[in-house]
């Protein structure tokens, strides 16, 4: 993982939400730089 600054790390906390994909897993999504990153975790 990226080590980021307090500013980073408090500004993606705001901004990410996990929603529930099909497959009961879940999805990470971070908004940041006009740009949505996702990561899918289990499923």
Known sequence: MKTVNGEEVTAVKQLVTLLSNNTGGW???IARGG???SL???G
Do not use: T
Request: aromatic content about 0%.
């Open 27 to 29: 999805e990470l999504q």
């Open 35 to 37: 740009r949505i990153l």
């Open 40 to 42: 899918q975790i289990g």
